[in-house]
């Protein structure tokens, strides 16, 4: 069997979510090849989904390390590095990430949240933003911009949805917490979903 054949039966288990079949099949294309940086990455992100974060970091290094110029390996070591609690290892990955491709808004996001993570609210605010902004989305100021905008009527139907969200919330609360309420939605439910007039 070829490098390529094997390395493709590697994605089919990992699409499957046999990550313990995908490793073995992996390390099989790396005695072949111990270079090849994309069984590298895919083995690293079968050891990240077991949990075995060790093993997936030298892999997704070694990935790196042969593969230099690829964004995706920063991001996936990083994603690891996050999971890890690494935060700061995390942002740098990402940081060369969005160097590497500056398209990414998936990067940008992701550095974002590692930013969250160590309190750097202005970067990571100033990084969600071009996430938003990659991927065609709208900022929050922009989403505020255009509901502050909005017809008056928008604005009523908005108001009057969350009316009915928050007087829903309440009947909901109601019936777990006042007897009265709970023994009238028995009965509700006794009677066939209907209400019972009063006699």
């Given at each position: 069997m070829t490098k390529d054949e094997l390395f493709a039966m590697g994605m089919n288990k990992v699409k499957e979510n046999d990550h313990f079949e995908a490793i073995k099949i992996f390390t099989q294309v790396l005695k072949i090849d111990p270079k090849d940086a994309n069984a590298l990455s895919q083995r690293g992100?079968?050891?990240?989904?077991?949990?075995?974060?060790?093993l997936s970091l030298k892999d997704m290094n070694n990935a790196v390390k042969?593969?230099?110029?690829?964004?995706?390996?920063?991001?996936?070591?990083?994603?690891?590095?996050?999971?890890?609690?690494?935060?700061?290892g995390a942002i740098k990955d990402y940081e060369k990430a969005v160097e590497l491709d500056p398209t990414d808004g998936i990067a940008y996001n992701n550095?974002?949240?590692?930013?969250?993570?160590?309190?750097?609210?202005?970067?990571?605010?100033?990084n969600f933003d071009k996430s938003d902004q990659k991927m065609g989305l709208k900022t929050a100021e922009e989403r505020a911009e255009e509901r502050k905008n909005a017809p008056i009527e928008n604005q009523k139907n908005t108001q009057t949805d969350q009316k009915i969200i928050q007087s829903k919330t309440e009947i909901a609360k109601a019936v777990f917490t006042q007897k009265n309420v709970f023994k009238e939605f028995l009965n509700f439910i006794k009677n066939g979903f209907k209400i019972k007039e009063n006699e």
């Open positions: 992100i079968a050891y990240l989904n077991i949990e075995k974060y060790d042969y593969d230099p110029k690829y964004s995706f390996r920063y991001q996936s070591r990083g994603y690891l590095k996050t999971r890890m609690k690494d935060h700061e550095l974002a949240l590692a930013q969250e993570q160590m309190g750097w609210a202005k970067q990571a605010k100033a």
